[in-house]
């Protein structure tokens, strides 16, 4: 099987970084404002001052496009792709459309991205996206306990932070939403669970302290006895062992898990269906989404 069968697909990989990003930025502005034409506005995660944020910087405060609710359906919130330095327009809204129309809730997560840094304010703002949801549930008319995250890419590591980092909220909070828990029902990393990377040491050493910092932020050594149900999606041509060592990590916690580890298909490709010049058309990999919705709905989204 070839690995695209898209025509017109343009690679990322011929663009330099300032190419990409110029281009992606473009993509998801023009998105955003398609999003807000049709109805379906952006919903500030903070009402008042999103902490950290600089509007110097250029970016949109955090918020999320929720699609029409189906009511009594859970939600899916998505978080696109792009090296926590860019948002992949290919990973958000056409992967929005396709589980909406599915039947199931979504809604794509804008969260910032560099300058700012991913610990401090990425993952914050995923951990917040749970917590918006489920302090709204009951006025959408969905399930409380029926919201997950998930991601491509660096979508996919924001995800599994969330996976690993929630707590129940603080009852003492002055702010309604932070009072509620931030604990995801299920997760999906879509080519989004990277292995363990620690610093060259130079000449090749085990160096304790930079691995002792990789792994406290590497979701898959700080998962917990209560993590949610994992969705693991991956292609050989994209790499496995990320994808299997977080598989393993489940399986050897007693973790709920559903792995997919598919032949053909690059780093980046969404829906692998080739609807535009970004997206490969992969046909036997694009079947991913379809287990995604069987798995979400097996979970009583």
């Not at 951990?127 to 302090?135: K, M």
């Not at 009852?171 to 292995?195: H, K």
């Not at 050989?236 to 898990?257: K, S, V």
Request: glycine share 10%; with cysteine; hydrophobic share 40%.
């Amino acid at each position: 099987m070839a690995d695209n069968l898209n025509p017109n697909f343009v690679d990322y990989r011929d663009m330099t970084g300032e190419e990409l990003k110029a281009d992606r930025d473009a993509r998801w502005e023009a998105m955003r404002k398609e999003l807000e034409a049709s109805g379906i506005p952006a919903q500030k995660l903070w009402s008042e001052a999103t902490p950290g944020f600089d509007p110097a910087l250029g970016q949109a405060e955090p918020a999320l496009y929720v699609w029409p609710i189906h009511p009594g359906r859970g939600l899916f919130i998505l978080c696109a792709g792009g090296g926590f330095n860019l948002k992949s327009v290919n990973e958000a809204k056409p992967v929005a459309e396709y589980f909406h129309k599915a039947g199931l809730n979504a809604a794509i997560l804008d969260y910032r991205v560099r300058p700012y840094d991913p610990q401090t304010c990425a993952i914050p703002d995923g951990l917040r996206a749970v917590r918006y949801v489920r302090t709204h549930a009951k006025d959408w008319g969905i399930p409380e306990d029926k919201i997950a995250i998930g991601g491509f890419s660096a979508g996919g590591m924001l995800s599994g932070s969330v996976a690993t980092r929630y707590d129940a909220g603080d009852p003492e909070a002055t702010d309604p939403i932070e009072r509620v828990s931030s604990r995801p029902d299920a997760v999906l990393l879509l080519y989004g669970a990277f292995p363990l990377r620690v610093p060259a040491s130079g000449a090749g050493g085990y160096e304790i302290e930079a691995t002792r910092k990789a792994a406290s932020i590497w979701p898959a050594a700080n998962l917990r006895p209560d993590s949610p149900p994992f969705f693991l999606f991956q292609t050989h041509r994209d790499d496995p062992r990320g994808t299997l060592d977080y598989a393993r990590a489940c399986a050897e916690r007693g973790i709920e898990f559903e792995i997919h580890a598919f032949r053909e298909g690059p780093h980046g490709g969404g829906l692998y269906d080739g609807a535009d010049e970004i997206t490969p058309l992969q046909p036997h990999t694009a079947h991913w989404a379809e287990l995604a919705q069987e798995w979400l709905e097996g979970y009583g989204f």
